[in-house]
């Protein structure tokens, strides 16, 4: 029953959704362990790391004859921890970078790995199968329990034990990582040991690159300990919630990716079919996450300019109108703030729509309700001059231009704390009188 739902659930076959629950377990398990390096700022750590443990996989499958997985292990494990120490020993004779580091240590180490491989003619041991991975042909090597019990595929269950370990490993120590990750010199001073939690991590990173190495290979592995957790980082500020989306997005990268090689006939590689998906949502988020989206970054910044472009027609017309008449050449607005030319017709009849503005012809006048919106932020922008003057020092011809920008921002609460100070004043340090905020206009 249950290989006859897999076999026709989206219509995929059981070998199938076990390529696909292999390369979400390897994918989450780099996702999800991967964060920590994008906030440590060692994205490049994990790129060493996913490379130099190649020499250590080499060094076991020569001495030992075989590509046995415990071997194996402990053969990059050693080279996996032994990199970091080795870039740290680099940075603190003070000659190079941490990233200049990191750059010779998986360079020449992953250069000896590629030699020995290539030289390990007695070993079944591929240089394709160890970069690409061959993820394709996992669900078939299965590991059995007496004769008859197939327990499932050897990289599934390696990689589920991996999973689970990284997820023991955060939720027991997250505290710890949490504070190490932001705030060392605080988790030093709390007893937490961030250097051990350091080493901690990287041992975690070595060991899911380990695992995931013979299945999906190390191109799938240094994506997914990058992309994942950046996608992620994108979308939230909440380090719980980063990590469940690196997880997730690793998951949904390597379902995607294995649809993306269906789709293109099964003739690419499976792995970086996943990776090319781990980009893709990098670069949805990138463009259109909500709060750092570069699209709703661009759109904020347009609504920002025109609301400014609004108030600067305010603040013109009723500025004009203090010694003049009521009615102005809308050509005296526009000339108040060039800056602000793309956008002030637009804003002009928003706020005519708005019922703030008359616009007959060339000519423009301030309604009641915007003469009161005016008056907001002519009061803001006089009172923040002379708050200048007064508490800084500053000549009366160096407050305009800060004012100016300050208007559109100063609430209700600063401009109290600022008439307090300054002991209510009724004058700017132009001579201009400051309004009240209950002002009436006067009749001409």
Known sequence: MTQFLATTFLGLHTDQWWIILIGVLACSSAGLIGSFLILRKLALMGDAISHSVLPGIAVASIWTGSVASFPVLIGASVVGVLTPMLVDALKKTGRIYEDASIGVVFTVLFSIGVIMVSRAGNVDLDIDCVLYGEIAMAPFDVVTLGKNFVLGPRAFLILAFVFVLNVLFVTFFYKELKVSSF??????????????????????????????????????????????????????????????????????????????????????????????????????????????????????????????????????????????????????????????????????????????????????????????????????????????????????????????????????????????????????????????????????
């Open 183 to 444: 705030d060392p010199a605080l988790a030093e001073s709390m007893g937490l040991r961030p250097r051990l939690m350091h080493y901690l991590l990287l041992g975690f990173v070595a060991l899911t690159t380990i695992a995931a190495f013979e299945s999906v290979g190390a191109i799938i592995v240094v994506a997914m300990l990058i992309a994942p957790g950046a996608t992620a980082y994108l979308l939230t500020d909440r380090l719980g919630v980063l990590l469940f989306f690196s997880a997730l997005f690793g998951a949904l990268a390597a379902f995607l990716g294995y649809m993306m090689a269906l789709g293109l006939g099964g003739k690419v590689s499976i792995a970086g079919c996943m990776a090319v998906m781990a980009g893709a949502l990098f670069a949805i988020v990138f463009f259109f996450s909500p709060s750092y989206g570069m699209v709703p970054k661009a759109w904020r910044r347009l609504l920002l300019a025109r609301r400014l472009a609004r108030e600067h027609i305010l603040g013109a017309l009723y500025r004009l109108q203090e010694d003049g008449p009521d009615w102005i050449d809308e050509q005296d607005v526009f000339d108040k703030h060039p800056e602000s030319r793309p956008y002030i017709k637009k804003a002009a009849r928003q706020l005519m729509a708005n019922g703030m503005l008359l616009w007959e012809g060339s000519r423009m006048r301030l309604t009641n309700a915007g003469f009161e919106k005016a008056i907001t932020h002519v009061r803001a922008h006089r009172l923040w001059e002379s708050f200048l003057e007064q508490h800084l020092n500053l000549p009366p011809d160096h407050v305009h231009r800060s004012a100016d920008d300050m208007e559109h921002f100063l609430g209700p609460d600063i401009l109290d704390n600022i008439v307090s100070s300054l002991e209510n004043p009724e004058e700017d340090p132009h001579g201009q009188p400051i309004p009240k905020q209950t002002s009436k206009r006067s009749s001409k």
